[in-house]
């Protein structure tokens, strides 16, 4: 039976590409739209690359009749979708992308994002979204909380490790390059395309939010308190995230606590011993690619991790988890290739 799917924020770059995914799905019918800056218009004014898509008219969520709905993702700015949650029906399963979610205790959210949290009953239900790890707890949860880009990326060659045990927890450092899309739709200056490109620059240095999930993911991981060292920098292209990861242990350890991790995956690759991933290879689908390489100091292996920022580090990834929730085939609506060149 086809799903019925709202989408709350659905004028934004991962309302797009939740959008651009659920169109080619063979079970889950997009039922509404909402925008509500944009209400009234239609999705071809606000994206003209989805005209050729049969869409309902944006509207307010007050508008939307969420007793017609199976599934609600909800696409809006952070410390936004937890009010809106907290008003939504009690029996609606929800998949929010945004962070007001993620953290597991209100008082380092508290600590990371300046303000209480204003849902902590539904905060305590939401499930961290990152499938591969929690694939059984998302299934019988109705709110899975989707995760940060910047941290999918980092977690998915760390995870396996810490949990394997093969690297040194006091050692790692990961340095980042994402493209622009991943600070949103909304005008920034910084954003602006004469301030972004011809240069690369740090952002948020000691001080960016998915940090908050990097200590709760791998210390529950490692089962001991994990600080890693995070260096985000933003790259002059619009989508896209690879990671260069620097940790201490023994490669041939690394490469097949990896490999045995991810066996049977349908959306994590670990290449080849060697070869290193790139953005225009995962490019607008759900897929992430993992490398190995070993650096010539004996005793110190370096990890990449490729995903796309819109899609596997947000949109098609809460699709994912929404197939699972609706107990729909976990990849149905996902296997599109990347898009290169």
Known sequence: MTKSIAILGASGYTGAELIRFIATHPDMHIQALAADR?????????????????????CKIHEIDFSQIDLCFCALPHATSQEV???????????????????????????????????LDIQDEAVY???????????ATRVTAGTGCNAATGMYPLLPLLEAGVIDPEDIIINLATGVSGAGRSPK?????AEVSEGVRAYNVAKHRHLAEFDQEFSKMAGRDVRVTFVPHLLPQNRG??????????????????????????????????????????????YCHIGVVPDRAGDRVMLFSALDNLSKGASSQAIQNANLMLGLEETAGLTLSPVFP
């Open 38 to 58: 944009k209400a009234g218009m239609a999705m071809a004014e606000v994206f003209p690359q989805l005209r050729h898509l049969d869409l309902p008219i944006l």
């Open 85 to 119: 949650i907290r008003d939504l029906p009690r029996d609606l399963k929800i998949v929010d992308l945004s962070a007001d979610f993620r953290l597991r205790d209100p008082a380092i959210y508290a600590q990371w994002y300046g303000h209480e949290h204003r849902a």
């Open 129 to 139: 979204g990152l499938t591969e790890f929690y694939r059984d707890d998302i299934k």
């Open 189 to 193: 200056e910084a954003m602006l395309h």
């Open 241 to 286: 995230i690879l990671a260069t990861v620097y940790v201490r242990g023994d490669v041939d350890q690394i490469y097949n606590a990896l490999t045995g991790r991810y066996s049977g995956e349908p959306f994590i690759f670990v290449l080849p011993p060697g070869e290193v991933p790139a953005t225009q290879h995962v490019r607008g689908s759900n």
